[in-house]
Every structure is written in structure tokens, then in C-alpha cells.
């Protein structure tokens, strides 16, 4: 018997109506002869709601606290779809990441899964039981806290039981069909990707394509476990995310993400080790530092400038302020109107000349470019927070992705 590990996100279980219809899909799943492991996230904007309500109680809750209230939404979807699957003559069972032997890190908001002793899926399996797994979540075994994993975890969740279990397939059900090249949301003319590679999906993830965590992609690399995101709403066939693809995609999509912010130092003194006294802080206070860019100095000193995450912005500037006054730096400036647009494809080390297109046809959007970095499978450039929607609909025109080498023309 196969087994198949199949996540449901957020709209996909928002209502009593999806609920059900998740529970016909996995009863006609296991009808087939598959034995099915769901994991399910919290209900709509569960998360978001419940992340709100603790603001509206104090500015700053306990992180302990924040994760026993935030793993309680995977915990209302995983007991109503264990109520409609068994409703439907199935057996089923429902188990908290904690009850699934999800074993974490004690790093609350952000723990990084383990192990995962899977004994009580196992069982239930073996008694021919769908097994659903509140996702998100897990334990940290040595302070016995429960723990969450990140936004978008409950991907991670799915593709690490994947491989744990040793499952044949790890299916992500979401509201879209599956990986479009770019965000259909803002690019309603962009297609879905019938396939993609481990790698470039990471760097898409990475860059802000929220259809999969970025760590469930990382795991199914590292397992080698076949990932198929597509919609919960219709029966087509979606995006297979796997080792190698038929043909190797010049330019295989755009992403663009919203979560960053600006710093900029100026008048910081130019001489060896002003970054590093800089930077040093930030990452002992655990900032996770994008993009850098240092300008050419002028009578001795130089600006500064780089990106962090919007969430620790406050803090990142708070640190950078402290710093900057031991340096003897002029200023420090916060922006937080920036978005950053990513050009992904594997293909584009062998092809010149891919950077230079992204530049004119930014230009020609009359988009100005304020950062940039690349990889050697990416392109990103930081522009104006408002004008990140027309940054991607300029080069998805430009590039047209999927662009496969057959089609580059001279
Ligand atoms: P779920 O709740 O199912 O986990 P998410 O909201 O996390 O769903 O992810 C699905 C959303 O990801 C889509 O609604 C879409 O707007 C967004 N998205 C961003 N980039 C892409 C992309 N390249 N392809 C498909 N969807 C994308
Ligand atoms: N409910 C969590 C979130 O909204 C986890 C998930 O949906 O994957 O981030
Ligand atoms: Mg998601």
C-alpha cells in the first residue's frame, strides 16, 4: 500500500463546506487503496485573528504564551476534519504535533524541526486509520514546551512526516493550481509551472513566493521526497516540485516580497572593520541581514545601507542606532516602503546578459532600482514598496517565464 502525506492550508479548510469537501478528497483518497496522513492548517486567517487578539491584550506577549494560543488553530481544523472523515464511515484520528512526536528546538515562533518519532501515526496507519496531524507545530522534548514552527510551517510539517514516513508523494493542497511563474494574484497572466527543480523552487520560496515555506522545499531536497502543490478546489493535475525537470527553464519565474525593510547608515567612517563592527550585533541579536549595499566613500566616510526583516525592524534599528554612535556615524534612516522583485531560473549562469535585461525593462517601467543581488540561479532588485506590482508585471512581459532555452531566439 502507498502512502500518501496530503497538507491542506488555510482556505482549504475555512469553512464547515471545505471541511467537508477535504474529507471527501481524503475518504476517495484512501477509497484508491492509499493510506493517507493529512496535515491541516488553521482555519481562513485563524492564525492572523488570533495573532491580533493577542495584540489587543499586550503589545509584547511571552513567546511561550503566543505559541500555546497560535497551535490551538491547527488544533480546531485537525478535530473537525477527524469528525467529517470518520462521519463518512472512515476511520480517523486526529493528533497535535506533540501527540505525532514532532520533536523541535526550544526556539519559540521559529523552531526547527528535529526528529520526528512517528510512533502513534504509525499505529494508527497500521489499523487502517487516516491519521490527521495538527501542522505548524511540535514539542521541544527537553523543557516539554510546545513549540511553532514559522509561518507557512504547516508545508514543513507535511514534507518532513513525507520523509519520515517514508511516503510516495507529499501533496500540498492550497487556493491557487499550483506554482504559476509568477504571483497569479498579481500577474493574472502568468502560467503554472508544470514542474520545477528543487533548487529553483527554493530561491522562489526564498524570495517570497508564499505558496510553499521555503523549509518544506529544503526538506523535500534533502529527502528527495516529490511534492505536488495544487488546489483544493478542482481535480487538475498541478506543479510537480522534484530533483531534475525535463528541460532546464532559462527564466522559470518572478517572485517579489513585502517583509523587508531599509536601514541606511550614514556618514559611517571608511576604514577596516566599521562593517563588522556593524554587522556583529545585529547577528548576535539574531537579525537575519539580506541585502548590503556599501557606497563608494567621500572625505572618509560612506553610507550604508541593507535589508532585514520588517518583524525585528525596530529592534534591528535600535541596535544599529547604538552602533552608529560608537562608530561615529551621522545617521540612521528607517524605510520601511521597499519590496524586492526576484527573476529566478537555472538556465540564466549559461546566458549572458539576463541582469542587463532586468535593468532596461525596469527602466523602461520607470522603476528605479535602490539595491541588488544575485546568485548564480537569481536576480533580485530592491524598488519603491508601491511600485513592487509593476516591478513584476514589467519583467514577466519582458521575460514571458516559463523562457526555456529552445525559445532565446539569437
Ligand atoms: P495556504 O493557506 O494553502 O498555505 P498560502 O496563502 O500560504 O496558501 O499560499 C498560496 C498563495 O501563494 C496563493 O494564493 C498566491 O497568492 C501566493 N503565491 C505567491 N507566489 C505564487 C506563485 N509563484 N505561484 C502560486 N501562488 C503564489
Ligand atoms: N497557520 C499557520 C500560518 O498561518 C501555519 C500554516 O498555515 O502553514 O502561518
Ligand atoms: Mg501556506
Not at 88 to 95: D, F, K, T
Not at 133 to 154: L, N, W
Request: glycine residues 10%; charged residues 20%.
Amino acid at each position: 500500500m502507498s502512502l500518501i502525506v496530503q497538507k491542506f492550508g488555510g482556505t482549504s479548510v475555512g469553512s464547515p463546506d471545505r471541511i467537508n469537501s477535504v474529507a471527501d478528497r481524503v475518504c476517495a483518497t484512501t477509497r484508491s487503496g492509499h493510506g493517507v496522513v493529512a496535515v491541516v492548517s488553521a482555519m481562513g486567517d485563524t492564525t492572523d485573528d488570533l495573532i491580533q487578539l493577542a495584540e489587543a491584550i499586550t503589545p509584547d506577549p511571552p513567546a511561550r504564551e503566543m505559541d500555546m494560543l497560535l497551535t490551538a488553530g491547527e488544533r480546531i481544523t485537525m478535530a473537525l476534519l477527524a469528525m467529517a472523515i470518520s462521519a463518512r464511515g472512515v476511520e480517523a484520528m486526529s493528533l497535535t504535533g506533540s501527540q505525532a512526536g514532532i520533536l523541535t528546538d526550544g526556539t519559540h515562533g521559529a523552531a526547527r524541526i528535529r526528529e520526528i518519532r512517528g510512533d502513534r501515526i504509525q499505529e494508527g496507519l497500521a489499523r487502517g486509520k487516516v491519521v490527521i496531524v495538527a501542522g505548524f507545530q511540535g514539542v521541544d522534548p527537553t523543557s516539554k514546551e510546545i513549540t511553532t514552527i514559522g509561518r507557512g510551517g504547516s508545508d514543513a510539517t507535511a514534507v518532513a512526516l513525507a520523509a519520515t514516513l517514508g511516503a510516495d508523494v507529499c501533496e500540498i493542497y492550497t487556493d491557487v493550481d499550483g506554482v504559476f511563474a509568477a504571483d497569479p494574484r498579481v500577474v493574472p497572466a502568468a502560467v503554472k509551472l508544470a514542474e520545477i527543480s528543487y533548487d529553483e523552487m527554493l530561491e522562489l520560496s526564498a524570495s517570497g513566493a508564499g505558496v510553499l515555506m521555503t523549509r518544506a522545499v529544503e526538506f523535500g531536497r534533502r529527502f528527495n521526497i516529490p511534492i505536488h502543490v495544487r488546489s483544493s478546489f478542482n481535480e487538475n493535475a498541478g506543479t510537480w516540485v522534484k530533483e531534475t525537470t525535463m528541460e532546464q527553464a532559462i527564466i522559470s519565474g518572478i517572485a517579489h516580497d513585502r517583509s523587508e525593510a531599509k536601514l541606511t547608515v550614514r556618514g559611517v567612517p571608511d576604514k577596516p572593520g566599521v562593517a563588522a563592527d556593524l554587522f556583529e550585533p545585529l547577528a548576535e541579536g539574531g537579525v537575519n541581514v539580506d541585502m548590503i549595499v556599501q557606497n563608494i566613500g567621500h572625505d572618509g566616510s560612506t553610507d550604508i545601507s541593507f535589508t532585514v526583516p520588517k518583524a525585528v525592524v525596530t529592534h534591528a534599528a535600535e541596535v544599529t542606532t547604538k552602533v552608529s554612535h560608537e562608530l561615529g556615524a551621522q545617521t540612521v534612516e528607517v524605510d520601511e516602503n521597499i519590496g524586492k522583485v526576484s527573476l529566478i531560473g537555472a538556465g540564466m549562469k549559461s546566458h549572458p546578459g539576463v541582469a542587463a535585461r532586468v535593468f532596461r525593462a525596469l527602466a523602461e517601467a520607470a522603476i528605479n532600482i535602490e539595491m541588488i543581488s544575485t546568485s548564480t540561479i537569481r536576480i533580485s532588485c530592491i524598488v519603491r514598496g508601491d511600485q513592487v506590482d509593476e516591478a513584476v508585471a514589467a519583467l514577466h512581459r519582458e521575460f514571458q517565464p516559463p523562457l526555456v532555452a529552445e525559445e532565446v531566439g539569437a
